[in-house]
């Protein structure tokens, strides 16, 4: 049985899936073009563990940070929402 770790873009959130053999390694997202590391899966990886049937993407991945530069931050609504 293949086993795949699954991770989110951290600049555009687009959820992807690999091996866990090629965690450390870089690559293009294919949503938004930004170079990312593919994140290294850890030792009591959840891939040994079935997952609860709970877990779902919205509170499995965490959403990145994403800062607002400067000179646009006084552009944005006070109750905008970033998607």
Same mark, same amino acid.
């Given at each position: ?36 590391? %593919? $994140?290294?899966?850890?030792? !009591?990886?959840? #891939? ?19 800062? %607002? $530069?400067?000179?646009?931050? !006084?552009?944005? #609504? ?6």
């Amino acid at each position: 049985m293949n086993t795949y770790m699954k991770f989110a873009c951290i600049y555009c959130g687009q959820h992807m899936e690999c091996k866990p053999r090629l965690g450390g390694c870089q690559i293009l997202c294919p949503a938004c073009g930004h170079r990312i590391v %593919i $994140p290294v899966p850890q030792a !009591n990886s959840t #891939a040994s563990q079935p997952a609860p049937v709970r877990d779902a993407w919205d509170t499995s991945v965490p959403m990145p940070f994403v800062e %607002i $530069p400067t000179r646009y931050r !006084n552009r944005m #609504a006070h109750n905008a929402v970033l998607a």
